[in-house]
Nanobody, 126 residues
């Protein structure tokens, strides 16, 4: 299972970015998909966990109404749209998956996930 991430970069306050996470050699069917972020020296913070057919809910209140997820029709690419970005959103963002045989969307903490993208840096400048 390999996840390839892209789309990070530098953006001004209030700007937008779209991150991608592509499943290499498999589709998201049968997996729980997760989105995390991690600031230096801190644990990974859960943003959202969902399936390709049910995009679920956001677990991080500070991004509710600003961030959104979608999956392409082939169910191989996850898109993470981030709007109205703020300096506190500056960090590394990760996608992760685990088979739905071993976890569920309500188990949205990083130890539950065993396949990770390499992460992509998002920097919001003032």
């Amino acid at each position: 299972v390999q996840l390839v991430e892209s789309g990070g970069g530098l953006v001004q306050i209030g700007g937008s970015l779209r991150l991608s996470c592509t499943a290499s050699g498999f589709s998201f069917d049968g997996y729980i998909i997760a989105w995390f972020r991690q600031a230096p020296g801190q644990d990974k913070e859960s943003i959202s966990c969902f399936t390709s057919s049910d995009l679920g809910q956001f677990y991080l209140p500070s991004v509710r109404n600003r961030f959104a997820v979608s999956v392409d029709s082939a169910k191989t690419t996850l898109y993470r749209q981030m709007n109205d970005l703020q300096p506190e959103d500056t960090t590394i963002y990760y996608c992760a998956v685990r088979s739905n045989r071993y976890t569920q969307v309500t188990e949205c903490t990083y130890p539950n996930y065993d396949s990770w993208g390499r992460g992509t840096q998002v920097t919001v400048s003032s």
